[in-house]
């Protein structure tokens, strides 16, 4: 069974709490089995706005420095790596075949036993709240894929139009995540409080 959270716009299937797809299988047993939480998430202006305006900037602070920008609008929290990944030849292979190796060796830092994701559902990204591994959709039928599909369009979609917007106007005031967070949360809250203000009317 999946469903669409209406709130936070997330797609959930109690599926996950024992992950059926072999491609997210651990590296051996000593590895918790945390299924597609094994990758290293990014997070845009987009979560950092939404964080922001919900009061939680705090989940992010750890991350919002200069080792973990990976350009002006982005950041990415590395997975926690299994010292027996570093025992493994990796040399030859390309930065995307490195992270798809490590996956299985590799547990998300938001992740919490018999809990899931730690982070507040507004703070995860679109491609957490739309994955949906291939092993579950296959339980549905054509029409329930379907569906799943509009969702994934819709929880995407939200994200790259803020960011569409949002991006120009930055790169504009000449403000980046590495030299200018300060003032990027200054340019949120402003926002924030601005539909704060409407909802209000």
């Given amino acids: 069974m999946i469903t669409f ?6 797609i ?6 024992h992950c059926p797809e072999p491609y997210f299988a651990p590296a051996h047993n000593r590895i918790p089995h945390v299924g597609c939480c094994s990758y290293s998430p990014t997070f ?35 997975a926690i790596v299994d010292e027996s990944f570093f025992t493994l030849d990796v040399s030859g292979l390309s ?6 190796q490590k996956l299985p060796y590799s547990i998300c830092q938001f992740f919490k036993k018999n809990q899931g ?8 990204n679109a491609t ?3 994955f949906i591994c291939p092993t579950a959709e296959e339980t549905l039928q054509n029409d329930q894929q379907q569906q799943v599909e509009a969702w994934v369009k819709s929880i995407q979609y939200e994200a790259r139009a803020f960011n569409k ?24 809250n ?12």
């Fill in 5 to 10: 959270e209406q709130q936070y716009k997330q």
């Fill in 12 to 17: 959930l299937t109690p599926l996950c709490f």
């Fill in 44 to 78: 845009t202006l987009f979560e950092l706005y939404q964080a922001i305006k919900e009061d939680k900037l705090e989940s992010f602070k750890p991350y919002l420095q200069y080792d973990f920008i990976i350009d002006d609008f982005e950041f990415k929290v590395p």
């Fill in 95 to 100: 930065e995307s075949e490195l992270e798809e």
């Fill in 117 to 124: 994701c730690s982070l507040h559902p507004a703070l995860k």
């Fill in 128 to 130: 957490c709240r739309s």
């Fill in 165 to 188: 917007k949002h991006k120009p106007i930055l790169s504009e005031r000449n403000l980046t995540l590495a030299e200018n967070l300060v003032e990027i949360i200054s340019y949120f």
């Fill in 190 to 201: 402003t926002i924030a409080f601005s539909e704060q203000k409407k909802g209000e009317f």
